[in-house]
Antibody
Framework: QITLKESGPTLVKPTQTLTLTCTVSGFSLSTTGVGVGWSRQPPGKALEWLALIYWDDDKRYSPSLKSRLTITKDTSKNQVVLTMTNMDPVDTATYYC??????????????WGQGTLVTVSS | DIQMTQSPSTLSASVGDRVTITCRASQSISSWLAWYQQKPGKAPKLLIYKASSLESGVPSRFSGSGSGTEFTLTISSLQPDDFATYYCQQYNGYPWTFGQGTKVEIK
């Protein structure tokens, strides 16, 4: 059974760096074809894809946020970490991590974590 | 970036209705499209992948079709549990992009 759970601060101040952790179970981050990605959703708005990392450490980022994002994984801890620098109130959102499945040569999200709401305010 | 445009933004329907949601891509994405259902305060749930493949455990009243730039999600007979917001997402190329969502409301 694949599960993912996000953790991190619920409140950050403007200009601070956000660090979110996705702890996974039911699969290994080192298994060929596996990946984990992050998306976010501001209150009442649509989903926005942020970044992902694959089993071979290949990483992809949203071009609009690339300069602020870093994604890493710790296979021994079953964790994927996303950091976002220079936080702003517009970054207030629910942040989700999701499992990436490999099918027919392509990759997509199948299982999602419950999400964690991050508010940016002084 | 590939832009994904859904229509309508909101849809009012009754239980038992046939419902169709459209998603258009700004360039061809072949069949590399997924549909998700999201209920308030909950994470998205995968319904359809590769444009028309039904995810395991998803009721057969959900179906997807299309390729290239135009796609549809159809609910053949709307059930009370189906009132939610639906998102399409392309995974043909990076960055992955989502549509703006279609909210299915009770009429």
């Amino acid at each position: 059974q694949i599960t993912l759970k996000e953790s991190g601060p619920t409140l950050v101040k403007p200009t601070q760096t956000l660090t979110l952790t996705c702890t996974v179970s039911g699969f290994s981050l080192s298994t060929t074809g596996v990946g984990v990605g992050w998306s976010r959703q501001p209150p009442g708005k649509a989903l926005e894809w942020l970044a992902l990392i694959y089993w071979d450490d290949d990483k992809r980022y949203s071009p609009s946020l690339k300069s602020r994002l870093t994604i890493t994984k710790d296979t021994s801890k079953n964790q994927v970490v996303l950091t976002m620098t220079n936080m702003d109130p517009v970054d207030t959102a629910t942040y989700y991590c999701a499992h990436i499945v490999h099918s027919s040569g392509w990759y997509y999200f199948d299982y999602w974590g419950q999400g964690t709401l991050v508010t940016v305010s002084s | 970036d590939i832009q994904m445009t859904q229509s309508p933004s909101t849809l009012s329907a009754s239980v038992g209705d046939r419902v169709t949601i459209t998603c258009r891509a700004s360039q061809s994405i072949s069949s590399w499209l997924a549909w998700y259902q999201q209920k308030p305060g909950k994470a998205p749930k995968l319904l359809i992948y590769k444009a028309s493949s039904l995810e395991s455990g998803v009721p057969s009243r959900f179906s997807g079709s299309g390729s290239g730039t135009e796609f549809t999600l159809t609910i053949s007979s709307l059930q009370p549990d189906d009132f939610a917001t639906y998102y399409c997402q392309q995974y043909n190329g990076y960055p992955w992009t989502f549509g703006q969502g279609t909210k299915v409301e009770i009429k």
